[in-house]
């Protein structure tokens, strides 16, 4: 849903209309490789993680001609696995926290767009950015780029997590739909 209308009172915008945006997240990740001392026995090994997640905020949108700007607050979902399995890891099983996110859109002209997320949770008190840039194909479909980072305590060390990857965009009245595939 998107607030267009300028002349609505402040006052309605900041109590009235709180909840006009809402946002629902479900993806899966999976973590490169890499080598960890194990708290269990001590030796070197090659691990690898898949991290699954979903995210379901509320929050306000408004929108000024070609900017819409964004804020969402709400809880986060984590089923976090490694393999091989290290029962004495910090960080893997399923993990509840809150949430909030803030979003900045720009339409550059009716065939590009550009936007910005800043996020945290209290999830390994994770925040992170991401930006992405798209070139709208078709009236609802656009084509571009995601690049983000991410800061985070994985139970081993502090992590920082970059990623580049391509972007399918299919976007509605009522929201979108955004499939990354990347590195």
Do not use: C, M
Request: no cysteine; aromatic share 12%.
């Amino acid at each position: 849903y998107r607030t267009t209308n300028p002349e609505l009172d402040p006052n309605a915008l900041a109590f009235g209309d709180v909840f006009k945006a809402a946002s629902i997240l479900l993806g899966i990740g999976t973590s490169a490789p890499r080598s960890v001392t194990t708290a269990q026995t001590a030796q070197v090994v090659e691990v690898k993680g898949q991290t699954r997640f979903a995210d379901v905020l509320a929050g306000y949108q408004w929108s000024q001609g070609d900017l819409t700007l964004k804020a969402f607050a709400g809880a986060s979902f984590v089923v976090d696995t490694v393999s091989p399995a290290d029962p004495n890891a910090t960080w893997t099983g399923t993990f509840e926290g809150a949430k909030i996110v803030a979003e900045a859109w720009y339409n550059i002209n009716p065939s590009l767009w550009t936007a910005i997320d800043l996020n945290y949770t209290t999830i390994a008190q994770t925040y992170g950015a991401r930006t992405r840039a798209g070139w709208r194909v078709l009236p609802h479909w656009s084509i571009g780029l995601d690049a983000g980072a991410r800061r985070f305590d994985d139970g081993y060390e502090n992590v920082l997590a970059a990623r580049i990857g391509a972007l399918v965009r299919y976007e509605w009245a009522g929201g979108e739909v955004s499939l990354i595939r990347g590195h």
